[in-house]
Every structure is written in C-alpha cells, then in structure tokens.
C-alpha cells in the first residue's frame, strides 16, 4: 500500500513564526503536491512538484514556498505564519496516473 | 470560484434510504474522480471514471460520468452508517485536479 505520511498531525503556532510541514511518501512516486482544506471551499493547490528540485504554483500560492531536494520529501513553508493560514493542510503523490494518495493531514493552527 | 460544483452540500438519511450526489462542471477533463473523507484523516480515492457515459459500480455505490466529460453522479443504494463522510468530486486535467467542494453525508442508524 502506498504510505503517505506527514510529519505532525496538529501544529499550533504564532503570528509571524517560520513552519515547516514535511511530507514523505514511500512508492517511489514523481508527483507531490499540497493542499489546504477550509470548509465549504473543498481542496485548493497550493503547490505541486513534477519531479525533485522542480515545483510549480497552484491556485493559492501566495505566502507559501516549497522545497523538494528528494524525490520522497515535500515540504511546504510558511514564511511567516498569519492567522488566515490556518487550515488543514494535505499532502498528496501520484506516478503517472491522476490517481492521488493523501497524507492523514496537519491541522495548523496560528494565534 | 470553484471549478466543480457539487450537490447538496449536506445529506443526512436514514439506513436503508438511497441517495444521490452530483458534480457538475463548464469545463472537460481527462477524468473525473470521487473520494471519501472521515474525520481526521485525508481523502481516499473511490473511483476514477474516464470515459464519457462510463457507468461503475463498486458494490452499493454507482458512479456515472456525464456524456460530455463534465458531470458526474455518485449514488448509494441502501445506504449503512459506514457511509458517513465527506464525498468529494475531483476533475483531472493536467496531471493536477481541480476538487468540488464536497458533500457531507450522514446515515442515522
């Protein structure tokens, strides 16, 4: 089974902190991607990789960076956390197909 | 603006009652996909449907992909409590996904 994992399942942070959320998937997959889930809006792209050290902006890019340097490693950085960025934030990965494998998620939560 | 709308937003039944979800869209896609959500945990594909008119069936449930490639339909057929969920439509294009905003159902027992 393809395992997705996602490195805290709850996180709460300060206005203007640094974070890192990291996503590591284990089927040799070349797609990444991450999502933040809010209610009665579904799932936006924030970002998605293609291949390692390859990243491209999805829908709501703005105050989010990514970084990929392995192909089994995605992270997502806030630079400096606001309170509109809290969310649940899904990871993602699929080959060559459209069939995506989510992370169990991180609840974000910035005061 | 959501790319994929999805209809109703809630559904609560009771066991044994069948139900239908849509997903509705302006655009093509290559595919179209339907996942199911629990609480705490992230979604899990169900089914992808490629073909337009394509019909499958995974036990209780029915999923139909429009002729033109931009709709689709899930339906439950005598609905269980385990069918609880977040049931959310996802248009492929790209090797990205465009999502509806999903559909929240509850079976009461």
């Known amino acids: 089974d393809v395992k997705v994992t996602q490195s805290s399942r709850y996180l709460v942070k300060r206005t203007g902190e640094k974070v890192f959320l990291e996503c590591v998937q284990d089927m040799d997959h070349e797609n990444m991607f991450w999502y933040r889930q809010d209610p009665g809006l579904g799932l936006r792209l924030i970002y998605f990789?293609?291949?390692?050290?390859?990243?491209e902006k999805g829908d709501i890019p703005e105050g989010y960076s990514v970084s990929r340097e392995k192909k089994e490693r995605f992270s997502l950085i806030l630079e400096s956390a606001s309170t509109n960025q809290t969310s649940m934030y899904l990871c993602a990965s699929s080959s060559r197909t459209y069939e995506q494998f989510f992370g169990p998620g991180t609840r974000l939560t910035v005061l | 603006t959501q790319l994929l709308e999805q209809s109703p937003q809630f559904l609560s039944i009771q066991e044994g009652e069948n139900l239908t979800v849509y997903c509705n869209s302006s655009s093509v896609f290559s595919s179209l996909q339907w996942y199911r959500q629990e609480p705490g945990e992230g979604p899990v594909l169900l089914v992808t449907?490629?073909?337009?008119?394509e019909v499958k069936k995974l036990k209780r449930l029915t999923f139909q992909f429009g002729d033109a490639r931009k709709d689709s339909s899930l339906h439950i057929t005598a609905a269980q409590p385990g069918d609880t969920g977040l049931y959310l439509c996802a248009g492929a294009r790209d090797y990205k996904l465009s999502f509806g905003a999903g559909t929240t159902v509850t079976v009461r027992a």
């Open positions: 990789s293609y291949d390692v050290k390859m990243k």
């Open positions: 449907v490629v073909t337009g008119g």
